[in-house]
T-cell receptor, first 113, second 112 residues
Framework: DSGVTQTPKHLITATGQRVTLRCSPR?????VYWYQQSLDQGLQFLIH???????AKGNILERFSAQQFPDLHSELNLSSLELGDSALYFC????????????FGPGTRLTVL | SQQGEEDPQALSIQEGENATMNCSYK?????LQWYRQNSGRGLVHLIL???NEREKHSGRLRVTLDTSKKSSSLLITASRAADTASYFC????????????WGAGTKLIIKP
């Protein structure tokens, strides 16, 4: 158990819909990262938050947005969903920055029908 | 998008054999990390090696780093069925952009 929790575990929705994925980092970790992993693919970095502030953006679509709240939990919002958005979405946390070990949550499997 | 390179893409060996996978990167780094991912699960950190280290061990894992060649290798000795997983390397070469650069991963299959 990494100490990072993600909800929900599975999400099935229709094209055009909007969903919110939630992540609670390990206790004490200030950084939260979001990744997308399509079937049998590598990790695509989406976004990094540090102590409530956005630090880096990767391949995140304009239809996607994220935020990190004062209690350090984070949410990833995906809107106007398309079939191609079906993937595993991982959240990871680290103590401070990218030079620290990242601890991954179990992921949310999103299926868009 | 930036991505490190790993080879081989896939590796299938017999249980008990050693497995070696390689990772290359483009610019200078402070550290390089290896992670394991069992199918459909979150990644698990295996080992971190700093740029001033050449070799590091953790149980059956041995990681080497050659900064002159900008490459690292992960050796798993006496492989077991439970080692079947994908293995990813990640570097902080894009430190100024606050993101790790991830390799594409090596899929390791251990045959009983």
């Amino acid at each position: 158990d990494s100490g990072v929790t993600q909800t929900p575990k599975h999400l099935i929705t229709a094209t055009g819909q909007r969903v919110t994925l939630r992540c609670s980092p390990r206790s004490g970790d200030l950084s939260v990262y979001w990744y997308q992993q399509s079937l049998d693919q590598g990790l695509q970095f989406l976004i990094h938050y540090y102590n409530g502030e956005e630090r880096a953006k990767g391949n995140i679509l304009e239809r996607f947005s994220a935020q990190q709240f004062p209690d350090l939990h984070s949410e990833l919002n995906l809107s106007s969903l398309e079939l191609g958005d079906s993937a595993l979405y991982f959240c990871a946390s680290s103590a401070s920055g990218v030079r620290d070990t990242q601890y991954f949550g179990p992921g949310t499997r999103l299926t868009v029908l | 998008s930036q991505q490190g390179e790993e080879d081989p893409q896939a590796l299938s060996i017999q249980e008990g054999e050693n497995a070696t996978m390689n990772c290359s990167y483009k610019t200078s780094i402070n550290n390089l990390q290896w992670y394991r991912q069992n199918s459909g699960r979150g990644l698990v950190h295996l080992i971190l090696i700093r740029s001033n280290e050449r070799e590091k061990h953790s149980g059956r894992l041995r990681v080497t780093l050659d900064t002159s060649k900008k490459s690292s290798s992960l050796l798993i000795t006496a492989s077991r069925a439970a080692d079947t997983a994908s293995y990813f390397c990640a570097t902080d070469e894009d430190y100024s952009n606050y993101q790790l650069i991830w390799g594409a991963g090596t899929k390791l299959i251990i045959k009983p």
